[in-house]
């Protein structure tokens, strides 16, 4: 199952970022089988971190909530998300980013 992840950081995740960068970034690569892509978003090059973006390749919805919610990253308060099932558009046209 294909499903998005869109995370919206509040202000307090900035000291949260701070802290925990090399555990979360340790734990990307530990799931990169299920977590494909990852990475931060911003409203301008340069800017603040404003949240994030997964696309997860994994075997139930539950599994993607077991993920988000293990990642050093996760405060419920501090990081609420979205999660929504993704279809690609022609899949037959690869894609390396």
Known sequence: ????VIF????PMVAIRAAQEPAHL???RAHAD????GGGLRDQ???GYVGGL????????ARAIELIEADPYYIAERRPYRLLVWGKACPELMVTL
């Open 34 to 37: 299920e977590i494909l892509i």
């Open 54 to 61: 997964w696309v997860l390749d994994v075997a139930s919805k």
């Open 45 to 47: 090059p340069g800017g």
């Open 8 to 11: 919206d950081d509040t202000p």
């Open 1 to 4: 199952m294909r499903l998005v």
């Open 26 to 28: 340790d734990y990307l």
